[in-house]
T-cell receptor, first 114, second 111 residues
Framework: NAGVMQNPRHLVRRRGQEARLRCSPMKGHSHVYWYRQLPEEGLKFMVYLQKENIIDESGMPKERFSAEFPKEGPSILRIQQVVRGDSAAYFC????????????FGQGTRLTVV | QKEVEQNSGPLSVPEGAIASLNCTYSDRGSQSFFWYRQYSGKSPELIMSIYSNGDKEDGRFTAQLNKASQYVSLLIRDSQPSDSATYLCAVGSTSYDKVIFGPGTSLSVIP
């Protein structure tokens, strides 16, 4: 009974490289949320996706960030040309129903930009 | 005005005492409310959800909701050192289908 799976758990990228963060939701869940958490700060909403659809991307920076949730495979959060300010913990949560509803979090990906 | 506000703490309580965590929100139409617990370096864990005015109890935890006052709280009875964590209040947005998190309250239970 796997929960929400995120990988990698830790990711180090040099400035200017691309970061790809993956999230596999819990079995039976077709709704995925991405959040970013800076040190000593709360969770900031980034994007809400359903299979093959972006429902709400109001929290996504306008440039360099994109997200997808294809029909097959995990949800991907992609950050192009990373900068030091992108260093944070990125959490994915999934739910079986359209939100806002209870959501269950993965272990997160800690991105460090050097 | 921030959408979801919490006292940042830290809140310190002695072991065995009641810890009271408070949260206010700005979206008057919100209908769903959640409390998550997050240990340092870990991911948030859902503790409780509440949708109706009044109290909801689950073990040592009680969530209280007052929509008229736009206020939701979490009480932890018989606090244990293992309860030491950051508690995140989350509120469902009426504008979209997302959940907005507060900044969290750090709780420290002193043995």
């Amino acid at each position: 009974n796997a929960g929400v799976m995120q990988n990698p758990r830790h990711l180090v990228r040099r400035r200017g490289q691309e970061a790809r963060l993956r999230c596999s939701p819990m079995k039976g869940h077709s709704h995925v949320y991405w959040y970013r958490q800076l040190p000593e700060e709360g969770l900031k909403f980034m994007v809400y996706l359903q299979k093959e659809n972006i429902i709400d991307e109001s929290g996504m920076p306008k440039e360099r960030f994109s997200a997808e949730f294809p029909k097959e495979g995990p949800s991907i959060l992609r950050i192009q040309q990373v900068v030091r300010g992108d260093s944070a913990a990125y959490f994915c949560a999934s739910s079986p129903l359209r939100g806002p509803t209870e959501a269950f979090f993965g272990q997160g990906t800690r991105l460090t930009v050097v | 005005q921030k959408e979801v506000e919490q006292n940042s703490g830290p809140l310190s309580v002695p072991e065995g005492a009641i810890a009271s965590l408070n949260c206010t929100y700005s979206d008057r139409g919100s209908q769903s409310f959640f409390w998550y617990r997050q240990y340092s370096g870990k991911s948030p864990e859902l503790i409780m959800s509440i949708y109706s005015n009044g109290d909801k109890e689950d073990g040592r935890f009680t969530a209280q909701l007052n929509k008229a006052s736009q206020y939701v709280s979490l009480l932890i009875r018989d606090s244990q050192p293992s309860d030491s964590a950051t508690y995140l209040c989350a509120v469902g947005s009426t504008s979209y289908d997302k959940v907005i998190f507060g900044p969290g309250t750090s709780l420290s239970v002193i043995p």
